[in-house]
């Protein structure tokens, strides 16, 4: 009965041993983490990669908001009709945007696929005079400048492979030469239209050497004797050509654009220079030809302004800056004037709060010295509706991500 009890309680003591080391055997192993996003930084920061493709995705864009004082005239200032009696008050001029960008990336056989695309959202009042005209001459609607959703806005939708791009872009006669200042209102003397189609070969040399040849299609229908039709009136596209050339000390670039709508040349030499670490200076030089562009029997008469050669008359010039005075704080100028005898000049100073928040606070001031003409063209570009110049201020704040 012992030796029973021994052999029954040995046994039971073996399967109990067994059991916990086969217990202990058994390891369930946890989950790997999944990888929702995987970064891609082949392009510059900010990318991931799509997931299950090699194309490489960055989604930003900016929220901004404008508030604006002082005269039409200086892009900064409206009018909107008293409720009570009707008469012309001062306001402000105010707009809000949200814009939404992607960009894509992605290695082929036949060079980098990429992608551009910017839409913005804008809810504003109007740059305009709105209020009742008191003296009967005009231009005043006699309305309230009232705010409201302005529509969305598609900006650029391009596709680029290699050195070849299609699609809506900006013109490349702007582009190409890095637009003007880094002012608000760079284009009191205006130096060229921007939205259009494009069909463009870009080539980088690779020594500093770049190259561009653009094919347009133009936008807008103009206004009889202010200014020319931009889009395309045929099969016959608006040309874009420009060379650069880059080197530490700055860059010197051209570019020379052909018209056909109204059969026309224009053209722009820009010079970059950085003379200090924390300054940086531009000059800009236009010439563009306007024999049909200021001949009043054209049945869209352009009023001497075109797609390309805005400004007045044959010749402009714009000059400027940015001087960095801190890591935070930076100060920009612009002067322009051109043949017109248009003069124009920002200046501001720019503030980052805290990375990716920057207050800017510009300041701006134009003449139109032959505002009396009585040639039949438009002297007047940024509709200055008391004497002949106006002065406003600009204060935005952008969240830019």
Not at 80 to 107: H, I, P, V
Not at 325 to 346: R, V
Request: aromatic content about 12%; some cysteine.
């Amino acid at each position: 009965m012992n030796i029973k009890s021994l052999l029954l309680g040995s046994a039971a003591a073996l399967i109990a041993v067994s059991g916990a080391r086969a217990a202990d055997a058994v390891v369930v192993a946890e989950p790997e983490p999944a990888e929702y996003v995987k970064i891609c930084d082949v392009y510059g920061s900010g990318y991931f990669y799509i997931p299950g493709t090699e194309t490489c995705l960055r989604i930003g864009g900016y929220v901004r908001y404008d508030i604006g004082v002082g005269d039409v005239g200086s892009f900064d200032g409206a009018t909107s009709a008293d409720t009570e009696d009707g008469g012309s008050n001062d306001t402000y001029y105010k707009k809000a945007r949200f814009s939404l960008k992607t960009w894509t990336g992605q290695e082929t056989e036949l060079g980098t696929l990429k992608t551009y695309t910017e839409t913005r959202f804008n809810f504003q009042n109007n740059n305009r005079d709105s209020g009742a005209d008191p003296d009967g001459t005009g231009p005043l609607i006699g309305s309230p400048n009232a705010a409201g959703g302005t529509g969305v806005s598609l900006n650029f939708a391009w596709i680029q492979l290699g050195g070849l791009r299609v699609g809506k872009d900006e013109s490349a006669f702007n582009t190409f030469i890095g637009y003007a200042g880094n002012v608000i209102q760079d284009t009191l003397v205006p130096y060229g239209d921007f939205d259009t189609n494009v069909i463009q070969y870009y080539f980088d040399a690779g020594n500093g050497f770049s190259a561009v040849i653009s094919l347009e299609e133009g936008s807008g229908g103009g206004t009889d004797g202010v200014y020319g039709v931009g889009t395309i009136d045929s099969y016959v596209p608006h040309v874009v050509g420009g060379v650069k050339y880059t080197q530490g000390w700055g860059a010197i670039t051209g570019v020379i654009a052909y018209d056909s709508n109204y059969e026309e040349v224009a053209g722009k030499v820009r010079l970059d220079i950085t003379p200090m670490q924390n300054l940086s200076l531009f000059i800009m030089g236009g010439y563009g030809t306007d024999d049909n562009l200021t001949d009043p029997t054209y049945a869209f008469a352009a009023g001497g302004r075109g797609f390309f050669k805005q400004w007045d008359g044959n010749w402009a010039v714009w000059g400027g800056g940015t001087y960095t005075i801190n890591e935070k704080t930076s100060f920009n100028a612009q002067i322009s004037y051109d043949e017109g005898e248009n003069l124009g000049i920002a200046a501001n100073i720019a503030y980052d709060v805290v990375p990716g928040l920057t207050v800017t606070a510009e300041v701006d001031y134009v003449n139109a010295g032959s505002i009396d003409s009585t040639d039949g063209l438009n002297h007047n570009w940024t509709g200055i509706t008391d004497g002949d110049d106006a002065i406003g201020g600009m204060l935005r704040f952008q969240r830019s991500f």
